[in-house]
């Protein structure tokens, strides 16, 4: 469209907040629902030093059923009310663009709670499941992050071979088998004595996070994990 023609076409049809729909500028996100999500920022609530969750009690019931091999888990926020719609919003294709968002969100935390990372790494979804939406979400999100933070992204290396079914309707003992030897690396020995951070968008019971952490742990990589989300565990 030519430049000119741009401001009348936005005077006819201003650009909506995707979360409430009312007129934002230059932005798919108005000020109001920032505000209010940051209201849910994991880090500033009761959360697990290990795993990153919001907790009551004196035991986080999430590291209490596994024993993660990551270092620790941070995630921006609490998956709940327009954080779960950012993440549907984002994962069913309907605006890429959020990835500015997310990554911008991750960065933030990144800087203020991680140790130096010498490489991102996404979650890689299985080719199949990449075919049928048509891109890796968590891919966007971690080549976004390594173009704000100039840390190298390696989306090549750590490989799902395994095309599982989808974890929601599973418990967790069948999530665990469901995982086993779910990931592979290409070549093992290329994140030794590295500091890896891995990248997923949603964190749930942080088994498939841990399956991945594991076979990097294995090769002698430190491994942290960070997630845009993260969900209130319930023991499934
Ligand atoms: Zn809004
Ligand atoms: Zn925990």
Sequence with gaps: MHKLFKPFIDLIAPPLCILCENPVKD?????????????????????CLKCGGIFEGNRCPRCRDTKFSFEFNRS????DGKVKQIVEDFKYNKFKKLSDFIAGRMQELL???YPKIHVLIP???HPTRKRERGFS??????????????INCDCENLIRIKHTKSQATL?????????????KLIEPSRFRNQNVLLIDDVMTTGITMNEAAKILKKHGARVYTITFAI?????L
């Design 27 to 47: 932005k798919l996100i108005c000020v109001n629902c920032e505000n209010e999500i940051d209201r849910n920022l994991a880090i500033k609530k009761n959360f």
């Design 76 to 79: 921006v926020y609490i998956y």
């Design 111 to 113: 800087a203020r709670e």
């Design 123 to 125: 979650i890689p979804i």
């Design 137 to 150: 979400q968590t891919e966007l999100i971690a080549k976004k992050l390594s173009s704000l933070t100039g």
């Design 171 to 183: 418990t967790r003992k069948e999530r665990k088998s469901n995982l086993k030897d779910a990931f």
């Design 231 to 235: 969900a209130f565990y319930q023991n």
